[in-house]
């Protein structure tokens, strides 16, 4: 129960950044925050026992690292997803459950990192929220439910935010 109680507070942590990163309108900002949002969820996921939460935060930092940089090669993404692949056989004990980080992983490397619409990033981003909070019931992260919920309000804020720019500027939803 301590560690659930535990996991719960860095959940916290972890959520409220993802909520911040629901905000902002460039894709530089999201990528920085979702650093710190994934570093904070892997000490979560290692104490609830999704180790494949904890390998997807982890492989999923370091993607968001090379796409800041303007460095993530599809060599790269195929190397991770297969490696992970192999660790979630590996590490996975759960079904279906276990497979969530990675079909998520897949989906944000291979589609939403290289979204240049903010909209449809957002968009991207507020499905795969819905895939965590089946993933965090599962490992009762509960705190991360309620503030993923929030998460995918604040990113449908974003986008009327950035909708809205979009009617005064022209570039307005373009990844900058």
């Known amino acids: 129960m301590t560690a659930i109680l ?9 959520s409220i950044l993802k909520i ?3 905000y902002v309108k460039t894709k530089k900002m999201a990528l920085i925050i979702g650093i710190l949002q994934r570093c904070v969820a892997i000490v979560t996921c290692l104490i609830l026992g999704s180790y494949t939460g904890a390998v997807n935060c982890a492989l999923t930092t370091i993607g968001n690292i090379l796409a800041m940089k303007n460095k993530l090669y599809m060599r790269y993404k195929i190397i991770c997803a297969a490696i992970f692949a192999v660790v979630t056989v590996i590490l996975n004990t759960d079904g279906i459950f276990g497979w969530l980080p990675f079909i998520l992983f897949s989906v944000y490397m291979f589609v939403q990192l ?3 619409n903010m909209i449809k990033f957002k968009i991207s981003e507020i499905l795969c929220t819905i895939t965590w909070c089946v993933h965090d019931i599962y490992y009762k992260a509960f705190t991360n439910v309620i503030f993923n919920i929030i998460a995918i309000i604040s990113n449908m804020i974003g986008m009327i935010r950035l909708r809205y720019d979009m009617k005064n500027k022209s570039d307005a939803i373009t990844v900058k």
Do not use: H, P, R
């Open 20 to 22: 911040t990163q629901g």
């Open 6 to 14: 535990i996991a719960n507070i860095f959940g916290v942590i972890s």
């Open 114 to 116: 290289d979204m240049k």
